[in-house]
């Protein structure tokens, strides 16, 4: 008996540690989602300012 309560106890502090190492990686996962996020907003942002950009270039040259 006194086996079985410390082998629940081993693998109780094992699987806390499990759920504590799960808990990080979701956090450090999360972070990085979102600076990929910032980063692709950010890229998207400046396509379309360059595609503007791009867009006022060829109507000047149109009209010269």
Known sequence: MVFQ???VMQVNAMLRG???TMK???TSAEVENK???E???RLVSE???EQRNV???TL???NL
């Open 60 to 62: 000047d040259m149109d």
């Open 18 to 20: 499990k759920l504590t």
């Open 24 to 26: 990080e990686y979701l």
């Open 5 to 7: 309560v410390t082998d």
């Open 55 to 57: 867009s006022k270039y």
């Open 35 to 37: 600076a990929s996020r």
């Open 39 to 41: 980063t692709i907003m």
């Open 47 to 49: 396509a379309e300012r």
